[in-house]
């Protein structure tokens, strides 16, 4: 007999810091993901700005985390996508960080 089980939900929550901040000044891009259920998501996450990615950092102890430097001023729009893996679903965390 064949037991199926289903994959457990995430939620990836992305936080910049500091925010707002300057042009060419390092901010740091912290994507958490955590589960519900028994056990750390594992894998990768990517880190995307207005559709594009600007990396992909392992998860450690349920977080990755990325330094980024603006080159321009203006809202950007962020996202930290969690893979998933056999055992958790993907979900995505937003943020916007505003670059002076």
Do not use: C, H, W
Request: proline content about 3%; overall charge positive; charged content about 5%.
């Amino acid at each position: 007999m064949q037991q199926l089980i289903d994959q457990a939900t995430t939620t990836t929550t992305l936080v910049t810091s500091p925010n707002p901040s300057n042009i060419g000044q390092s901010v740091t891009l912290t994507a958490t993901v955590a589960s519900g259920y028994l056990g750390v998501p594992t894998r990768v996450v990517t880190f995307m700005e207005n559709g594009s990615v600007i990396g992909k950092v392992a998860l450690t102890a349920g977080q990755a985390v990325l330094n980024k430097t603006f080159g321009s001023a203006g809202s950007k729009a962020l996202s930290a996508i969690y893979s998933g893996n056999s055992d958790f679903l993907t979900s995505t965390g937003t943020a916007t960080q505003n670059v002076q």
